[in-house]
């Protein structure tokens, strides 16, 4: 699947208006002075959810804590920053907080977790001490977390995913991002009437690279009799939406090409006032251009969603 990033905007608005129907708490002193100096920012902000409320939706979402914008839920008996494993937990959502302060457009679910859990590991170790800087509110609070419960059984996991799923109606998403290398070369001349004619052309060393990242839900069962032939179901559905993902990273590696060879061929000519509007206008038409590139790449992506092919037969 090819489409935005996270769960949708009317699900994590009634999550928002939820936690601001309770009552939070800010981080207690001695957390809140232990930490901020680690991530760089004044954590005065940051509210901590514990309540009955913040612990059911915790368990239904299958995790031990979930953060939105700079609110953070916690499971029961999972707030515990005076233990090492508490410590650990909470550096791991505070991470999630400052992502989103300092905005997460353009990342995939799994890049974030990875730079969280290395953040964490920083902060539980770190001693030096840094500026602090006031906590930007995201423009947008969004919810991260995407596990699949192992306390499901596999004939739940559908009806979860159908409703939990960040990319829904879909259970996984591959996002294409492209970028420009090098630029184009630009002649100028002034013509008699005082304005100033720009041609621009592409160059051979020119390139386009890209990056598609997949972000797949996982599951672990929980000990029990069957778990291993329910363990061999989900991986025989994931076989078929890995391939699908697949195809759209094959579908961006194609595009990266297309466009590398736009990109090496642009010739145009603008006219401006002087010579400033001239490169100004030229440098908006390359800007133009990309960005319909890039358009034409993501309706090549769109062509094969919505995929319902992964099924997953439960023993």
């Not at 061929?265 to 590139?293: H, K, P, S, Y």
């Amino acid at each position: 699947m090819y489409q935005s990033l996270f769960r949708s905007q009317l699900q994590t608005e009634n999550i928002i208006c939820a936690s601001k129907a309770r009552t939070p708490h800010p981080l207690d002193p001695t957390t809140r002075i232990h930490f901020a100096p680690c991530f760089g920012y004044d954590l005065s902000t940051v509210r901590i959810h514990r309540d009955d409320s913040a612990a059911r939706t915790a368990q239904h979402l299958g995790a031990a804590a979930y953060t939105v914008g700079q609110h953070i839920f916690f499971a029961p008996g999972q707030y515990a920053p005076h233990t090492a494993a508490g410590q650990r937990l909470l550096a791991h959502e505070l991470a999630h907080v400052v992502q989103q302060a300092e905005g997460v457009r353009g990342r995939s679910m799994s890049a974030l977790e990875a730079d969280a859990e290395q953040q964490a590991n920083a902060a539980v170790t770190a001693s030096s001490l840094h500026r602090l800087r006031p906590l930007p509110v995201p423009a947008q609070p969004l919810l991260q977390c995407y596990r699949v419960p192992g306390s499901l059984r596999c004939n739940e996991v559908v009806d979860w995913l159908n409703a939990n799923s960040p990319y829904a109606p879909e259970w996984a998403e591959t996002r294409c991002t492209y970028e420009f290398n090098g630029g184009v070369q630009t002649r100028s001349e002034t013509l008699r009437d005082g304005r100033v004619r720009v041609t621009a052309r592409g160059m051979p060393s020119a390139t386009v690279t890209v990056d598609c990242p997949i972000d797949r839900p996982e599951w672990e069962p929980t000990d029990r009799p069957n778990r291993d032939a329910e363990v061999a179901a989900w991986q025989a559905m994931r076989v078929t939406l890995d391939a699908h993902e697949a195809e759209h990273r094959r579908i961006g590696q194609r595009w990266r090409a297309i466009l590398e060879r736009r990109f090496r061929a642009i010739n145009f000519t603008v006219t401006g006032d002087d010579a400033a509007d001239a490169m100004q206008q030229a440098q908006a038409r390359v800007a133009e251009l990309q960005q319909q590139w890039q358009t034409e790449a993501q309706a090549a992506q769109d062509k094969i969603d919505p995929f319902r092919g992964a099924v997953l037969r439960c023993p």
